[in-house]
């Protein structure tokens, strides 16, 4: 294993990543969605769909889902594939529009029937 190849005394840090709470989901929430309307109903489709919220405990999760949140209506997907599948097209989409400055749609398309069943 690479890991055995590691040198201990290497490390002179210790990092331990933790997590968010209820209160700092609602902060992180509030502050990156400006209208109030539009931040308490997401909050409050999260308290409906606990499998999303489950994963906004993970700051990057939380970005995820927010960023999907925005460009997506303010509207939550219903699956997590869903949920993924979106972050990866637009993430796609806004790379291929810094990068190549056009974007055939019929890839879009194409790249997200693969997600379906």
Known sequence: YASLKLQVESFTHHVEVVGFTEKQIKKCIRRNIPDI???KELIYQLKQ???ILSLCYT???????????RQSE???PTTLT???TLYILHTLKR???IHYKSLDPDTIKDLNQLSEP
Do not use: M, W
């Open 82 to 84: 869903q949920l993924y």
């Open 59 to 69: 700051p990057l999760n939380c970005a995820i889902i927010l960023y999907v949140y």
């Open 74 to 76: 303010h509207v939550l």
């Open 49 to 51: 769909r606990l499998d």
């Open 37 to 39: 309307v539009k931040a």
């Open 95 to 97: 790379s291929a529009e």
